[in-house]
Structure formats: C-alpha cells, structure tokens
C-alpha cells in the first residue's frame, strides 16, 4: 500500500533561519512525481514545487530547495532564509491521490 | 489564478438535511476532485471524475454521491448529512489523472465551510 508521512507536525523558526520539511513516501512504484503544497492562515491550497523520484540531483527554486533520497524514499523540502510570510501549513503529496498530514511552520518575527 | 468557484462557500445545515456543494471551473480540465479536510487528517480524497458522467470513489467516499454531468460542473452531495460530515471541502482539478507518472498540478478551489448540527 502507497502511504505518505510527515513527521513533524508542526515547526517553529526564527526569521532567516534555514527550515527543512521532511516526507516519507512508501510505494512500490520506483518513478513517479511528488509535490508540495502550500496553505496559509487564508486556507487556500497553493502549488509549490514538483520533484520526481529518478534524479536524485539537489533542485534549487529561490527560496526552495528539494532533495529526494531514494534510498529512504525521502522528500526533504528546505527554505532558506524563512520569512514570516512563510508561516503555513506545508503538505507533501503523490500525484492526484492522497495527502500527508501536513506540517504547521511558523516563522516568528 | 486557475478559474474554480466553489459554492456556497459556507453552509450551516441540520443533521439528516441534504446537501449539494457545487464546484464550477473554467479551465476546461478534465479531472475534478473532492476532497475533504480535518484537522489531524491532512486531504482526503471522496470522489473525482475523469470526465463527463465517470466518476470514482476515493477514500472517504461513504456518504456521499457526485455527478458530473458537464465538463465545468462537479457536484458533491451529502443525501443526509451526519455530524461527522463537518468539514471543509476543497474541490480541485487538473489535466491528468492519478498515480505514477502523473505530473500535472492540481489547482484548488477556496473551500466550503461546512457545518452539520
């Protein structure tokens, strides 16, 4: 069975701290794609950063960097330099099919 | 911003009262999701469609029922709402379906604020 964890419930940083967020995914499918979602305080759900599972290469976008380590299936979502409009709740996610529990960051000013 | 409304986008119902919640886009995208959000749980999947009038289950899909009988129009309905059906329902959709190498983004609705008492 496919399961998706998220081990920190919640974070808590100091502004421009450096912040990973952790997720396991558990499949026996060796290539597919992850991505990340954002939900602030608002609640609307925002698209992120997409990563798949055969390139194992660091990928930097601004702030974002993503590291997938194959042999634990995880998913490592970094922000350098956290702002506090960073504070959220972040959910890791396998393609159109269930979520993680997320994980509630807080970036205190 | 991708074209999904969400309607109502609140509604305080009594329990064994139905409900319809309606998500409409305008990005003509094949695949629309419902999904369901509690605290604890992250998004759980209810139903999606692959297109018009096909529909799945997802897993949560007990008490509830969707239709969709245009690409636009996704309709979820609780034919008696339950207290346990209190939540926040977030409807999605996206150009491709699920698993593997899907990769196409999902774009999500506001949500609806359900309450059932």
New interface residues.
Partial sequence: AQKVTQAQTEISVVEKEDVTLDCVYETRDTTYYLFWYKQPPSGELVFLIRRNSFDEQNEISGRYSWNFQKSTSSFNFTITASQVVDSAVYFCAPPNLFFGTGTRLTVIP | DAGITQSPRHKVTETGTPVTLRCHQTENHR?M?W?RQDP??????IH?SYGVKDTDKG?VSDGYSVSRSKTEDFLLTLESATSSQTS?Y?C?I?D?????????????G??TRLSVL
């Fill in positions: 695949y999701y999904y604890g749980h992250g998004l759980r999947l999606y897993e926040v977030f999605a996206s491709s379906g699920l698993g593997g190498l899907a990769k196409n983004i999902q774009y999500f506001a949500g």
